[in-house]
Nanobody, 126 residues
Framework: QVQLVESGGGLVQAGGSLRLSCAGS????????MAWFRRAPGKEREIIAA????????SYHESVKGRFTISRDNAKNMMYLQMNSLKPEDTAVYYC???????????????????WGQGTQVTVSS
């Protein structure tokens, strides 16, 4: 069982930066591929970035490439999302998610993720 808790959301002006954190618990955290999703008002949940269990492989949604960076520190059971050059359209609730331990690579489908955090609100003002 993996438990996830996000933090770091808030209100920021367009062009600003935020760093989201996801604290994980459970014996297999460091063997589990993870991802960040977001859900904007009136829109479907979408994957933003994914990272392999070792951190060597990452993938990004086209809309955040070059602006967002996903990373993890398995020694601390933490995952991060550094968000730079934020835009009003980045406003959403952001969720971290984890899939099964031992899987290799990154995964873009929300259906493969078994564990979810409660979400943290990010609001970007224009």
């Amino acid at each position: 069982q993996v438990q996830l808790v996000e933090s770091g959301g808030g209100l920021v002006q367009a062009g600003g930066s935020l760093r989201l954190s996801c604290a994980g618990s459970g014996p297999s955290f460091n063997m589990t591929p993870m991802a960040w999703f977001r859900r904007a008002p009136g829109k479907e949940r979408e994957i933003i970035a994914a990272i392999s269990w070792g951190g060597s492989s990452t993938s990004y949604h086209e809309s955040v490439k070059g602006r967002f960076t996903i990373s993890r520190d398995n020694a601390k059971n933490m995952m991060y999302l550094q968000m730079n050059s934020l835009k009003p359209e980045d406003t959403a609730v952001y969720y971290c998610a984890a899939t099964k331990p031992g899987l290799s690579g990154t995964f873009s489908s929300h259906s493969i993720y078994n564990y979810w955090g409660q979400g943290t609100q990010v609001t970007v003002s224009s």
